[in-house]
Nanobody, 126 residues
């Protein structure tokens, strides 16, 4: 069974940076497109960023474009999200997710992702 574990969340001041990690076990990491999603209190879970299984293709939500960078190390079965210029509105629980793909592409729909981590809290103080 595929398991995902996020880490790296915490409390940071506005304008600061954090780097989230997601370690995957129980499956072949290189078979999955990976995504980051976030959920703020009282809101739906939203797409943040995604990366294809080789890392060649990425996509971002407009709200984080230019500030966040998604990357992966297939040899370490690890996904990353580098978050810079953080804003109060970035406060949320961040989840990583895995989506099995045949081609080197990605999807942004939450419902398409089969496996999810438990999340890590990111709090940005203004």
């Amino acid at each position: 069974q595929v398991q995902l574990v996020e880490s790296g969340g915490g409390l940071v001041q506005a304008g600061g940076s954090l780097r989230l990690s997601c370690t995957v076990s129980g499956g072949r990491f290189g078979n999955y497109a990976m995504g980051w999603f976030r959920q703020a209190p009282g809101k739906e879970r939203d797409f943040v960023a995604t990366i294809s299984k080789t890392g060649s293709n990425t996509a971002y939500a407009d709200s984080v474009k230019g500030r966040f960078t998604i990357s992966r190390e297939n040899a370490k079965s690890t996904l990353y999200l580098q978050m810079n210029e953080l804003k109060a509105e970035d406060t949320a629980v961040y989840y990583c997710a895995a989506d099995y793909r045949y081609f080197d592409d990605y999807r942004i729909e939450t419902v398409k992702y089969e496996y999810w981590g438990r999340g890590t809290q990111v709090t940005v103080s203004s």
